[in-house]
């Protein structure tokens, strides 16, 4: 696990979204958020910051989130992605074999986080 604060991007079409999540993980926990709102510009942030994982959205107009994993995962820093959408189907055994996982939204913030925690520090054991 990473010292300091855990280091997520959040990258999500839906203006109001980024903000909202920023909010409810700073409460949560020891989070620094950076946000976008869309593909191509959270690619950009991505490159510059660096962070320990990556939160976006699937479907956005522009670079989709299908393409930002792909981009994401062919760069030199490596780094699990969580995917959200409101689409059941997508899974990340059909559709995407490079993200951690796929949250189905809507999603309580406690799962989130739990997400987060099992992204950036894989070998600590599951909570109950």
């Not at 991007?9 to 409460?27: C, G, M, S, T």
């Not at 107009?61 to 995917?83: C, N, W």
């Amino acid at each position: 696990m990473t010292s300091g604060p855990v280091k997520i991007l959040i990258i999500d079409d839906d203006f109001d979204l980024p903000f909202l999540l920023e909010n409810a993980l700073r409460r949560r926990g020891d989070f620094e958020v950076i946000k976008a709102t869309r593909g191509d510009v959270g690619y950009m942030k991505f490159a510059a910051s660096k962070p320990d994982v990556v939160l976006t959205d699937y479907y956005m107009p522009g670079l989709s989130g299908g393409e930002l994993v792909a981009k994401i995962t062919a760069s030199e820093h490596k780094v699990p992605v969580i995917v959200m959408s409101g689409d059941a189907k997508l899974t990340t055994e059909k559709h995407l074999d490079n993200v951690f996982r796929v949250l189905h939204k809507p999603f309580l913030v406690a799962d989130l986080v739990k997400v987060i925690l099992e992204a950036v520090n894989p070998e600590a054991p599951a909570s109950p």
